[in-house]
Structures are given as C-alpha cells and as structure tokens.
Nanobody, 119 residues
Framework: QVQLVESGGGLVQAGGSLRLSCVASGRTVSGYTMGWFRQAPGKEREFVAQITRNSDRTYYSDSVKGRFTISRDNAKNTEYLQMTSLKPEDTAVYYC????????????WGQGTQVTVSS
C-alpha cells in the first residue's frame, strides 16, 4: 500500500503562488498515474490536475488551466503542483492521489493540505 503526504499549503494573497508537494512511501509510484484534487468548504471534492506515469501527458480542470502546473520526480517518489495567479476561489484542502490499479480510478489518497487565498 502506498502512503501519500502533502505539504506546502498555507495562506497567500490573491495573485500569489504556492508549490504543493506530495511524497509517497511504502512503494514506488513511478508506474502510477498521479493527480491532485481539492475540496472547498461545503463543496464536493473536485479534480484539479493529473499526470501520467512518465509525465508525457497532463490534464487540468478548466478552472486552473494556465495557472497550475503538475509535475513529478519519480526518482524522489514525489509529485508537485505549482500554483500561480491564485484566486480566493482556489481556497480549499488539496489532496494528492494515486491510481495504483488499472481501471480502479484513484485509490490512494493523502490527508490533504490547506490552501487559503485572501482577497
């Protein structure tokens, strides 16, 4: 089983930047699709970004496209989410996730890191 731990969240002013990290342990994640999701208060968890195992393809929600960049370093068993031009509506708990079994969707999740963007 893989364990995921996010870090890098915090309080930032609108227009600012943050870089989230997600370190995996327990097994290598180099063979897995990885992603980021977020959940704002009173809302359902939503997809933010996804990266394939060898980083050849990335996908983003329309709300973050052009502002966020997902990346990974398989040698460090880590994925990242670089967030720029942050908006108050980006305020949420951000979760990293891994899809460890084909066809199963995301089945491993971190505990989340809070991102708060002030106006």
């Amino acid at each position: 089983q893989v364990q995921l731990v996010e870090s890098g969240g915090g309080l930032v002013q609108a227009g600012g930047s943050l870089r989230l990290s997600c370190v995996a342990s327990g097994r290598t994640v180099s063979g897995y699709t990885m992603g980021w999701f977020r959940q704002a208060p009173g809302k359902e968890r939503e997809f933010v970004a996804q990266i394939t195992r060898n980083s050849d393809r990335t996908y983003y929600s329309d709300s973050v496209k052009g502002r966020f960049t997902i990346s990974r370093d398989n040698a460090k068993n880590t994925e990242y989410l670089q967030m720029t031009s942050l908006k108050p509506e980006d305020t949420a708990v951000y979760y990293c996730a891994a899809s460890t079994r084909p066809g199963s969707g995301y089945d491993s999740w971190g505990q989340g890191t809070q991102v708060t963007v002030s106006s």
